[in-house]
């Protein structure tokens, strides 16, 4: 938490901080996002590629996006054991959670006997998208996948 006080000497400066706008509505960061999803819109995964190498440097092709279980495989023997029973009992804990957190399907009938109600599909497919850039963050997939797994 900030304390602004009337006494600080650079008080008037605090303020005019404090009030000045947001770039959450900049028009020139909404542009270039509208940009990007129209981008993807329009040439699905060469604009992707295109974006990747833009903003993280690797340059991909689209059969590259997917990534194969013997790539997961040789790369989580690299890790030493601490970390893999580590990234296991987390994974467990998050599905255990998803999977008591998931909603029911439910129906009633109301007052003018009509059926209501609400039904939960899973997607069929979803794609998660795991930052990797200068510090990839392995808590983006545990927060993601599990969850992903448990919905069905």
Not at 25 to 49: K, M, N, Y
Not at 77 to 86: E, G, H, K, S, T
Request: glycine share 8%.
């Amino acid at each position: 938490m900030n304390v602004v006080s009337y006494n600080d000497p650079d008080f008037g400066d605090q303020i005019n901080r404090l009030l000045a706008p947001s770039s959450l509505f900049d028009p020139a960061i909404e542009l270039q996002t509208q940009g990007i999803i129209d981008a993807v819109r329009a040439r699905g995964d060469d604009a992707i590629a295109e974006l990747t190498e833009r903003f993280n440097g690797p340059r991909l092709a689209s059969d590259q996006f997917a990534v194969t279980q013997a790539e997961c495989l040789a790369a989580s023997v690299q890790a030493d054991a601490a970390l893999r029973n580590a990234v296991e009992e987390t994974r467990k804990n998050v599905e255990a959670f998803a999977k008591r957190s998931l909603r029911k399907d439910w129906s009633m009938r109301n007052s003018h006997g009509a059926t209501v109600g609400e039904k939960f599909d899973p997607l069929g497919r979803v794609g998660i998208y795991i930052p990797g850039g200068m510090a990839p963050l392995v808590s983006t997939a545990l927060m993601t996948i599990p969850l992903a797994r448990a919905a069905g």
